[in-house]
Structure formats: structure tokens, C-alpha cells
């Protein structure tokens, strides 16, 4: 056993061991969605049921691109960490570690194909 | 030091022998309605990716999103997506310190559950 206090183990660490930016990375991209996910909906919404050329319209205005793009790579950032704490708090070892690189994976292929998309649609 | 069992305690929460209530139901249907979110967003991605590619392979995606099958996805999606938003609030509610006591924290469960559904609708109608 190391000669460590108990508190000198867990300052500045939680059961994460990285403190509570994990925390306030969840809160800080949970306003910024708040603020533009409602508006996502709203788009999607109306361009849901459209023809091919009017979904392309709808997603090559700038506006529209750029505000998606952020709802993609913000709610998917928000999602990978929520999805980390969820099978840390269900899985442990190994099983653990390849959960979490499997929704790291799905992530940001999924952020990298969306914004993808986008590119291709707008420019 | 209590450290004899150090990284095999038992994980929680200890759902199978905890009581279900207002305020634990609300917890998970949090952490559900999150993590369902990814279904909507694997087919809202595919179906981008779709039109971006070419008409035959839009016709393709776009006839599943918009298939009864995609429409209850969107829809329950949809649901999430709003009570995931209600209860984000309430944890800024939280971590602001307020609300911490249970009556509190049963009413605003109960706020996410409604005010979800009404937004739910409320969206349905606007779009």
C-alpha cells in the first residue's frame, strides 16, 4: 500500500480521475445546445418530407450549414461523454475500455460525415 | 485504510433493489432518452450524406426516414430530445444549488415529463 492519504488520492481528481472537467464540458455544451437545438428542429423539421432539391436548398444556406455543423460536432461531443459516463458507470475492465473507444469511434465518424455532408451540400 | 476491495466494489446505481420513484425515474429516463438520441442522429446523418451524394441514393434513405418505421424513430426521437432538454435544465437548476430538496425535485421530475410531452406536440404542429 502507498503511504497516501485518502484525500491526497482524490484532490483534484474524481472517480474519473480528471477532475470536473468532464462535468463542466456536459454543462457548458448542454446551454450551447439549448440555445440551438430548438432552432435545428425547426429546420429539419420543415425540410423533412421535401424533394431532394429542396432539402439541398434548405442546407446550402450558410446559416443553415453552420448551425447544423455546430449541432452535429457540439451534440456529438455531448453525447461521446454522456455515453463514457453511462458505461462507466455499467461496465467495468476491459469491456469498459472498448466500449468507450467504440463510442469515441462512432462519434467522430459520425461528426466527420455529417460535416462532410454539409461541405458538400453548401459549397 | 478501507482499500482491501479497491476497483471491485459494485458499480450503480443498484437498480434491482431500488424502489422506483419520481426522482430516480426521471435520473434514468435522462440518461435513456441521451443515449437513444444516436439512433436519430445516425439516420439525420445518413440521410444528409444521402442527399449530398446523388438522387438514387436520397430516394433510397429518404424513403426509410420518411417510412412509418422513421416516423416513429423521429417522433419517439423527437420526445427525447425535449425531455433531455427539460431535464438538462433542471441540472443547471441544481448545480446552481436551488431546487435540492425533494418536493422540489419530484415537481420539476414531473415539469420534464408534461412539459415534454406538450413540446412534443407543440413541435408536431409548428412543423
Not at chain 1, 429542396?54 to 444556406?61: I, S
Not at chain 2, 442527399?51 to 436520397?58: D, H, L, R, V
Not at chain 2, 417522433?75 to 433542471?90: P, Q
Amino acid at each position: 500500500m502507498r503511504y497516501l492519504t485518502a484525500r491526497k488520492r482524490a484532490e483534484g481528481k474524481g472517480a474519473a480521475h480528471t477532475g470536473t472537467e468532464h462535468h463542466w464540458y456536459m454543462t457548458v455544451s448542454g446551454v450551447g445546445l439549448a440555445l440551438i437545438v430548438p432552432i435545428f428542429l425547426y429546420i429539419f423539421g420543415s425540410a423533412l418530407g421535401g424533394s431532394r432539391e429542396e432539402v439541398l436548398a434548405t442546407f446550402a444556406h450558410p446559416a443553415v450549414a453552420i448551425l447544423t455543423g455546430l449541432v452535429l460536432f457540439v451534440g456529438l461531443e455531448h453525447f461521446r461523454k454522456g455515453a463514457q459516463t453511462m458505461l462507466e458507470d455499467y461496465s467495468r475492465g476491459a469491456m469498459r475500455k472498448v466500449l468507450i473507444i467504440s463510442v469515441t469511434v462512432l462519434s467522430y465518424g459520425l461528426t466527420a460525415t455529417g460535416l462532410f455532408a454539409l461541405a458538400k451540400i453548401a459549397i | 485504510m478501507a482499500d482491501v476491495n479497491r476497483g471491485d466494489r459494485p458499480l450503480s446505481p443498484h437498480l434491482t433493489i431500488y424502489r422506483p420513484q419520481m426522482t430516480s425515474i426521471s435520473s434514468i429516463l435522462t440518461r435513456i432518452t441521451g443515449n437513444a438520441l444516436i439512433v436519430a442522429t445516425l439516420m439525420i446523418v445518413w440521410w444528409l450524406l444521402a442527399a449530398a451524394t446523388g438522387p438514387e441514393y436520397f430516394e433510397t434513405a429518404n424513403a426509410f426516414v420518411t417510412s412509418w418505421f422513421g416516423d416513429l424513430v423521429l417522433t419517439l426521437s423527437l420526445w427525447a430530445i425535449w425531455y433531455h432538454y427539460l431535464a438538462g435544465l433542471r441540472h443547471l437548476i441544481w448545480d446552481a444549488g436551488r431546487c435540492m430538496d425533494i418536493k422540489s425535485a419530484e415537481k420539476l421530475g414531473w415539469i420534464c415529463v408534461i412539459g415534454s410531452v406538450v413540446l412534443t406536440i407543440l413541435t408536431i404542429i409548428i412543423i
